[in-house]
């Protein structure tokens, strides 16, 4: 079985602040590891993902994210945000050399304030 | 280049009614999925199915039928409606169902059922 904790259900920061956004993860078999974001009102877009590789991964947007096994980790870093950024945002986790069935987070809803 | 659609977008149910939640994707994807999403609780897998005939349920499968009679269809029967119901609805799809690939979301349905 695979899990997915996502400690902080609400992040307010200032704009042009950084940000970090926490996701811890157990599974007993290797993973695959997303974050996804949700704006209001829409569906769940993907944002970036690790499959093996670089342990750091990059979003087109400036977010990135580290996989970090021995801490089980993958938290989510923007060094400025903009109010753009304001969503939900989701970690999930699938198990490497199997079918989809993601386990998601429960989300972190990160409040960009002016 | 439509990706996921779902209809309705919005709709109230009393309890006891039936109804079906439409999914339909022009990407020919394989790999198609149902999850509910309730806050605090992140998105929980419904159903899914690897390929048109096959479907298998996922976490919280009471109270919900699926079929895949086509590649693109993948529709969501609520037989009948309890509150418990009451819930966002995502349809996702994704190229082959592996752990590796990227779930495409449709813009969601959200169902209240008094």
């Known amino acids: 079985a695979q899990s997915v904790t996502q400690l902080d259900s609400q992040v307010p920061v200032f704009e042009e602040a950084p940000v970090e956004l926490r996701c811890n993860y157990s599974s007993s078999v290797s993973v695959y590891l997303f974050w996804y974001v949700q704006y209001p009102n829409q569906g769940l877009q993907l944002l970036l993902k690790y499959l093996s590789g670089s342990t750091l991964v990059k979003s087109i947007n400036g977010f990135e994210a580290e996989f970090n096994k021995s801490q089980t980790s993958f938290h989510l870093r923007k060094p400025s945000v903009h109010i753009s950024d304001t969503a939900e945002y989701f970690c999930a986790v699938t198990s490497a050399g199997g079918y989809q069935k993601v386990t998601f987070g429960t989300g972190t809803k990160l409040q960009v304030i002016p | 280049n439509a990706g996921v659609t779902q209809t309705p977008k919005f709709q109230v149910l009393k309890t006891g009614q039936s109804m079906t939640l439409q999914c339909a994707q022009d990407?020919?994807?394989?790999?198609m999925s149902w999850y509910r999403q309730d806050p605090g609780m992140g998105l929980r897998l419904i159903h899914y199915?690897?390929?048109?005939?096959?479907?298998d349920q996922g976490e919280v499968p009471n109270g919900y039928n699926v079929s895949r009679s086509t590649t693109e269809d993948f529709p969501l029967r609520l037989l009948s409606a309890a509150p418990s119901q009451t819930s966002v609805y995502f349809c996702a799809s994704s190229p082959q169902g592996w752990g590796n690939t990227e779930a495409f979301f449709g813009q969601g349905t959200r169902l209240t059922v008094v």
């Open positions: 990407m020919n994807h394989e790999y």
């Open positions: 199915s690897v390929g048109a005939g096959i479907t």
